[in-house]
């Protein structure tokens, strides 16, 4: 079985920073693409951010310059680092696996909240 789990949300300021992690077990990390998604109230989920087995990245153009993805495979561990936050990121933060070829969410995380105040 694969699971994701994430941490690192919580409540800041417009400008300020956090770092979600998602920890991912029960399969072999190395091998899927890994993503980012995040889900505001009334509104669809969007990629927020997308890194692949050899660490290329994508990033939506909201959050370009803002945000990094990053993975350590040896600590089996997908990390997003958000600074310069607006109250528009404010949002549930989902961890996902990716088929590569696809494209196609594998798996979703449980999910772990961003509030961003201005």
């Known amino acids: 079985q694969v699971e994701l789990v994430e941490s690192g949300g919580g409540s800041v300021q417009a400008g300020g920073s956090l770092r979600l992690s998602c920890t991912a077990s029960?399969?072999?990390?190395?091998?899927?693409?890994m993503g980012w998604f995040r889900q505001a109230p009334e509104k669809g989920r969007e990629r927020v951010a997308r890194?692949?087995?050899?660490?290329?990245?994508r990033y939506a153009d909201s959050v370009k310059g803002r945000f990094t993805i990053s993975r350590d495979n040896a600590k089996n561990t997908l990390l997003l680092q958000m600074s310069s936050l607006k109250p528009e990121d404010t949002a549930m933060y989902y961890c996902?696996?990716?088929?590569?070829?696809?494209?196609?969410?594998?798996?979703w995380g449980q999910g772990t909240q961003v509030t961003v105040s201005s």
């Open positions: 996902a696996t990716i088929w590569c070829v696809s494209d196609n969410v594998h798996k």
């Open positions: 029960g399969y072999i990390y190395s091998a899927y693409c």
């Open positions: 890194i692949d087995t050899v660490g290329g990245t």
